[in-house]
């Protein structure tokens, strides 16, 4: 168990609609990351917090957005649903600072856009 | 630009025996910090091992060993005595900054490399 935990474990959705992804760090975390993988892109980082700030963005679309909240959780919201979307998307946190030597994943929320 | 490149698509070895997995990368950031992780079929992603780059020694963690040669930009996982529940896919990551400041940091994966340990 990594301590990262990320609900709902599988979703599935309907294109056009919008579904929200949430992810608790690990205890003493202040660092969270949000990454997609599928079976064509591989893992893609998409964005970063820090203590409640994005720190780092990466190829995530204008349709997605997160936010890390006081207690640190990070919540991933989807919208516009395209069946491209379909995808394992990974929450990982780590410690000491930005530059953490430990990140530890979750283990990611299955979404399928039907 | 960071890149880690992983050019085994696919790794077979027999049970008990080591297996080597390759790991190149890039990156203009000298603070850099190097990742493997394993993920097994069921899909989640299980952290192995971590090697700063600035750290004299290569890093150990039980059967995990990482081959780290920083001159040729190489970070070789070597897992010794194969179980057949080391099958999985393997991923190398390079955890560098983003921008010249080194403020803002993301965690670049490779294509990683499907190992099958064989009874």
């Known amino acids: 168990d990594s301590g990262v935990t990320q609900t709902p474990k599988h979703l599935i959705t309907a294109t056009g609609q919008r579904v929200t992804l949430r992810c608790s760090p690990r205890?003493?975390?202040?660092?969270v990351y949000w990454y997609q993988q599928s079976l064509d892109q591989g893992l893609q980082f998409l964005i970063q917090?820090?203590?409640?700030?994005?720190?780092a963005k990466g190829n995530i679309l204008e349709r997605f957005s997160a936010q890390q909240f006081p207690d640190l959780h990070s919540e991933l919201n989807l919208s516009s649903l395209e069946l491209g979307d379909s995808a394992l998307y990974f929450c990982?946190?780590?410690?000491?600072?930005?530059?953490?030597?430990?990140?530890?994943f979750g283990e990611g929320s299955w979404l399928t856009v039907v | 630009a960071q890149k880690i490149t992983q050019t085994q698509p696919g790794m077979f070895v027999q049970e008990k025996e080591a297996v080597t997995l390759d790991c190149t990368y890039d990156?203009?950031?000298?603070?850099?910090?190097l990742f493997w992780y394993k993920q097994p079929s069921s899909g989640e992603m299980i952290f192995l091992i971590y090697?700063?780059?600035?750290?004299?020694q290569n890093a150990t963690e039980g059967r995990y060993s990482l081959n780290f040669q920083k001159a040729r930009k190489s970070a070789n996982l070597v897992i010794s005595a194969s179980q057949l529940g080391d099958s999985a896919m393997y991923f190398c990551?390079?955890?560098?900054?983003?921008?010249?400041?080194?403020?803002?940091?993301?965690?670049?994966f490779g294509k990683g490399t499907l190992l099958t340990v064989n009874p």
């Open positions: 990982a946190s780590s410690g000491l600072g930005v530059t953490g030597n430990t990140i530890y």
């Open positions: 205890s003493g975390d202040l660092s």
């Open positions: 917090y820090y203590n409640g700030e994005e720190r």
């Open positions: 990156t203009s950031d000298p603070s850099y910090g």
């Open positions: 090697q700063g780059s600035y750290d004299q």
């Open positions: 990551a390079m955890r560098a900054a983003m921008n010249s400041g080194g403020s803002n940091y993301k965690l670049t």
